[in-house]
Nanobody, 118 residues
Framework: QVQLVESGGGLVQAGGSLRLSCAASGSIDSFNAMGWYRQAPGKQRELVAVATRGGNTNYAVSVKGRFTTSRDNAKNTMYLQMNNLKPEDTAVYFC????????????WGQGTQVTVSS
């Protein structure tokens, strides 16, 4: 069973920065993909960024150029650096890990709140 724990959320003014962390209980090398999603009040959960084991990274159009995901395999941790934050970035941010064998397993963290004030 994979456990993911997010941290680093908080309250920041528009234009500010935050770095989220996602610590995994196991080796992140075993994941086919890891990603960040977010859910704002009254809205569906949406993809923010996803990085595959093969090295491909995709970002939502709304965050491209402002957010960057990275990973530290030695610490089994993935990061989301968020710069030039906007009020519309306010949401609960979730970490996701995907393992594909004969079926696909998805694991989620508990989420961390990011609030951007104008």
């Amino acid at each position: 069973q994979v456990q993911l724990v997010e941290s680093g959320g908080g309250l920041v003014q528009a234009g500010g920065s935050l770095r989220l962390s996602c610590a995994a209980s196991g080796s992140i090398d075993s994941f086919n993909a890891m990603g960040w999603y977010r859910q704002a009040p009254g809205k569906q959960r949406e993809l923010v960024a996803v990085a595959t084991r093969g090295g491909n990274t995709n970002y939502a159009v709304s965050v491209k150029g402002r957010f960057t995901t990275s990973r530290d395999n030695a610490k089994n941790t993935m990061y989301l650096q968020m710069n030039n934050l906007k009020p519309e970035d306010t949401a609960v941010y979730f970490c996701n890990a995907e393992i594909r064998t004969w079926k696909t397993y998805n694991y989620w963290g508990q989420g961390t709140q990011v609030t951007v004030s104008s």
